[in-house]
T-cell receptor, first 113, second 111 residues
């Protein structure tokens, strides 16, 4: 059963902490994405990557960075967590041409206190 | 830019039929997906439309009209397990071929 795995389902971090969210996919997909999901706002794209060591900003990259050192792993980094980054974070992957849509991970609910 | 609109919430009765609408405005339309998301879980793929018309898959069907910027998801013979959020996502060639997601429609199925 192919899947996208996010390392944590729930995280609680303090303001100012550096936070790492990890995502691993086993489908040999070229593309990987990080979204955050907030009530009434839907899914908003933070960063994406079409290849190893490649990254592109999405709609809301401020306060975030990413790392893709290996094809199967895409990490989201909150350099200094703030309360407005409390959210559900979803990782997704797809084939290069995205013809089959995205496969999503189960999400990480991050609370910054 | 892109703008996708869906009703926020809908309620229907078990065994009934419900239609969830999605309207969009994009500059480079290249396909529309519907996803289902149960509370606390990942979105899962339901359907894909790139040409006008109806795509049927069991109890679920999806319709697309590109000229009207309109799609709907039709759910027949509703079951309690269909209670979930339904996300409309549009692929835009002017958005790096990435998908733009609508806000989602929360469907509640009542006994």
């Amino acid at each position: 059963d192919v899947k996208v795995t996010q390392s944590s389902r729930y995280l609680v971090k303090r303001t100012g902490e550096k936070v790492f969210l990890e995502c691993v996919q086993d489908m040999d997909h070229e593309n990987m994405f990080w979204y955050r999901q907030d009530p009434g706002l839907g899914l908003r794209l933070i960063y994406f990557s079409y290849d190893v060591k490649m990254k592109e900003k999405g709609d809301i990259p401020e306060g975030y960075s990413v790392s893709r050192e290996k094809k199967e792993r895409f990490s989201l980094i909150l350099e200094s967590a703030s309360t407005n980054q409390t959210s559900m974070y979803l990782c997704a992957s797809s084939l290069l041409d995205q013809r089959n849509g995205y496969t999503f991970g189960s999400g990480t609910r991050l609370t910054v206190v | 830019g892109q703008n996708i609109d869906q009703p926020t919430e809908m309620t229907a009765t078990e065994g009934a039929i419900v239609q969830i609408n999605c309207t969009y405005q994009t500059s480079g339309f290249n396909g529309l997906f519907w996803y289902q998301q149960h509370a606390g879980e990942a979105p899962t793929f339901l359907s894909y439309n790139v040409l006008d018309g109806l795509e049927e898959k069991g109890r679920f069907s999806s319709f697309l009209s590109r000229s009207k910027g309109y799609s709907y998801l039709l759910l027949k013979e509703l079951q309690m397990k269909d209670s979930a959020s339904y996300l409309c996502a549009v692929r835009d060639v002017n958005y790096g071929q990435n998908f733009v997601f609508g806000p989602g429609t929360r469907l509640s199925v009542l006994p």
